[in-house]
């Protein structure tokens, strides 16, 4: 079974941290995706990867930036967390760019006070 | 990426069988259906995909008429465990897997 997991499921952070989340999947898949989700918002994805090293925006990237240095490794960064940011955040992988079975980790609910 | 419409929520009962509608007008040829499930603080999980007519597998069937317009996904005998937010969505394959995700259908079984 594919498996994704992420750093932590709770998180709480002040306005301006510097803020890592991190999300290892296990299949070798070439794609990663980091989403959030908010009530009343549905999943909306922040940024994606295709490979190492790559990535392209999402519908929301603003304040927020992502490192994909390993294959198996997509980290979210908030480079200065604000309030507005706390949020559920799901990453999510899959095994190339011609399937929309993507594999869910558990989330990480962050707070930011 | 074609805009899907979903009903917000249902209800249901126990062992009913249980149908879901989405309308995606301004589907593309090169498009496919996908269905997803998220149960309460859990990422979501592919439940099934399709292109045209009928999809069934051991979680549930989908259904797609020849317009493509609208699809439904069937679920067949409900249980409590059922209770979660479904997703339609609607994409084709040169968009490297990106999926958009709407609001859901809230389906809420009671015994």
């Known amino acids: 079974d594919v498996k994704v997991t992420q750093s932590s499921r709770y998180l709480v952070k002040r306005t301006g941290e510097k803020v890592f989340l991190e999300c290892v999947q296990d299949?070798?898949?070439?794609?990663m995706f980091w989403y959030r989700q908010d009530p009343g918002l549905g999943l909306r994805l922040i940024y994606f990867?295709?490979?190492?090293?790559?990535?392209e925006k999402g519908d929301i990237p603003e304040g927020y930036s992502v490192s994909r240095e390993k294959k198996e490794r997509f980290s979210l960064i908030l480079e200065s967390a604000s309030t507005n940011q706390t949020s559920m955040y799901l990453c999510?992988?899959?095994?190339?760019?011609?399937?929309?079975?993507?594999?869910f980790g558990p989330g990480t609910r962050l707070t930011v006070t | 990426l074609a805009k899907t419409t979903q009903p917000i929520s249902m209800d249901s009962y126990e062992g009913q069988e249980v149908n879901i509608t989405c309308s995606h007008n301004?589907?593309?040829?090169?498009?496919?259906i996908t269905w997803y499930q998220q149960f309460p603080s859990q990422g979501p999980r592919f439940i099934i995909q399709?292109?045209?007519t009928k999809v069934t597998n051991e979680v549930a069937s989908l259904f797609i008429p020849a317009d493509r317009k609208s699809s439904t996904l069937s679920l067949p005998r409900v249980s409590l465990s059922d209770t979660a937010v479904y997703y339609c969505?609607?994409?084709?394959?040169?968009?490297?897997?990106?999926?958009?995700f709407g609001q859901g259908t809230e389906l809420s079984v009671k015994p």
């Open positions: 999510a992988s899959s095994p190339g760019q011609d399937t929309y079975e993507q594999y």
């Open positions: 299949m070798d898949h070439e794609n």
């Open positions: 990867s295709y490979d190492v090293k790559m990535k």
């Open positions: 301004n589907i593309a040829t090169n498009d496919y």
């Open positions: 399709g292109y045209k």
């Open positions: 969505l609607v994409g084709g394959h040169n968009q490297g897997g990106k999926l958009i």
